[in-house]
């Protein structure tokens, strides 16, 4: 069965450092997204993409991220400078054309960043 | 807005035994309600979903979720736990409509199915 991948698994990164989180969603899906979860927390949305642009971002997505479709298969998260409030598990999901969004979002296995 | 309540952190059931995992929301619209769950250090993998028609849905590992409208619930269920069931269960509810509108997690019940 085909899955979202993420790399890396763990990202260790200094406070003010700018870090990339990449995933390769499942290939014949159309729309994409980013979630976090901080531990012990709820599952919180960050943005959605479709057809090269922004659909809709949550109030957590400021100035300091950013997302891009670099090629036909990566989907990556950036993070210009990074605060310890980072610190928290990234989700990468993403999901098929469907009628008035049915269809189901597909999960990676997350990244853990980890700011120090 | 839509927001989505799970009342019960930790649900404890005994191996075999009937378990129910609560789930109400709410919504402005019409909603598309979801499962999934969360093994320690996975990602989130999709259980089941309603969208419209029967109220009784059905979805992987013998899972199944009743819709009821008036109460705004969603609460899944499984005849017989596992204790392989064991893990971290999210509800989520997302708006119908023509987009890719984001999914709106409770903030999960914890399983532990005892042997």
């Known amino acids: 069965e085909p899955e979202v991948t993420q790399t890396p698994s763990h990202q260790v990164t200094q406070m003010g450092q700018e870090v990339i989180l990449r995933c390769v969603p499942i290939?014949?899906?159309?729309?994409f997204y980013w979630y976090r979860q901080i531990l012990g927390q709820k599952v919180e949305f960050l943005v959605s993409?479709?057809?090269?642009?922004?659909?809709?971002k949550s109030e957590i997505f400021d100035d300091q991220f950013s997302v891009e479709r670099p090629d036909g298969s990566n989907f990556t998260l950036k993070i210009r400078s990074t605060k310890l409030e980072d610190s928290a598990m990234y989700f990468c999901?993403?999901?098929?054309?469907?009628?008035?969004?049915?269809?189901?979002?597909?999960f990676g296995d997350g990244t853990r960043l980890s700011i120090l | 807005a839509q927001s989505v309540a799970q009342p019960e952190d930790q649900v404890n059931v005994a191996e075999g035994n009937p378990l129910t995992v609560k789930c109400t929301y709410s919504v402005s619209g019409n909603p598309y309600l979801f499962w999934y769950v969360q093994y320690p250090n996975r990602g989130l993998q999709f259980l089941l979903k309603y969208i419209t028609g029967d109220n009784l849905v059905k979805g992987s590992y013998g899972f199944e979720a009743e819709f009821n409208k008036s109460q705004t619930s969603f609460h899944l269920k499984k005849p017989s736990a596992l204790v392989s069931d064991s893990a971290l269960y999210f509800c989520a509810v997302r708006l119908r409509n023509s987009g890719n509108t984001p999914l709106v997690f409770g903030k999960g019940t914890r399983l532990s199915v005892i042997a």
């Open positions: 993409f479709y057809n090269n642009e922004i659909s809709e």
């Open positions: 999901a993403s999901s098929a054309r469907g009628e008035y969004g049915n269809q189901p979002q597909h």
């Open positions: 290939s014949n899906h159309l729309y």
